[in-house]
């Protein structure tokens, strides 16, 4: 971890969600509105960073004004309902990441693949405990015959495989020697994504600052996973979570406390005192 500076003029904020924002229980602590709510008046840009789907991150914040959303790991940015920059996977990973997929799915090992559209996701398997699973991070999601057919009538942003305890030890190393035309990244426990060569959410932050005309020094980004790398890199105020990946700790300028300690909100309120409204009564945004 480097020599932490002190944010002077920050006017954009990018949290990674699961691990980092969100508690233990997958929600969003409450007192993170009103703090929503005064950074707004602050005239400070929220940005929730996520390899989720825009649609799930919508449902989550709903119509809160001033939000923009990176999600599916950087290849979807979103504001004000309409996406603003768009980095479709090249469609020749699709078939052999499906096809590794059915392949050892069918020795009976717990594993799934879910092809990521901008209008929905797509998944084969319609057992109850994998469609619970994935309707925790994609709400808008169908099941079909054949995920290779629907991606014809969509566009893909990327292929994430659900990998539950291997995702780093199996899936990823499997995916990375396929030599796919994509970057593979290891975005949880249990998830391993697959997006266009070059695009993550750093890429799509340092896009984001240039089009609002903000400067890395004006940033400030919370991360957990190997997944948030060049989004912290990305910004001048950086923050590891303190449950963070070894790697992510060690890459941070700053750490911040652990996501069930509400670290995000806490390391906010700290950094920029002069925000805080302690009227302010909670908003939900559900």
Known sequence: MNSPAEPTD?????????????????????????????????????????????????????????????????????QGGVSIDVEPVEPAIIAPIVDWVRTVAATGADLGVVVCGARSAYIERSDERFVNQIGRYYAAVEVVADVQAAALDDVILK???????????????????????????????????????????GRALERLQRRLGIGRDQTMAFGD???????????GHSYAMANAHPSIRARAVNLAPSSSEEGVISSIRAALPHLIAPQSAPQSAR
Do not use: C
Not at 167 to 193: F, H, I, N
Not at 226 to 234: G, K, Q, R, S, V
């Open 10 to 78: 920050i006017r954009l904020i990018v949290s990674d969600m699961d691990g980092t924002l969100l508690d233990d229980a997958g929600q969003v602590p409450e007192s993170f509105w009103p703090l929503l709510s005064d950074l707004h008046r602050a005239g400070i840009v929220f940005v929730p960073a996520s390899g989720r789907q825009y649609q799930t991150l919508h449902r989550t914040f709903g119509e809160h004004e001033g939000l923009i959303y990176i999600a599916e790991n950087g290849t979807n940015v979103v």
């Open 159 to 201: 292929l994430a495989v659900y990998d539950p305890a291997f995702a780093e030890t199996r899936s990823g190393p499997v995916l990375r020697g396929l030599d796919l035309p994509g970057d593979v990244v290891v975005s949880g426990k249990d998830w391993v994504d697959v997006m266009r060569r070059g695009t993550n959410k």
């Open 225 to 235: 996973y190997l997944n948030d790398a060049e989004m912290l890199d990305a910004a």
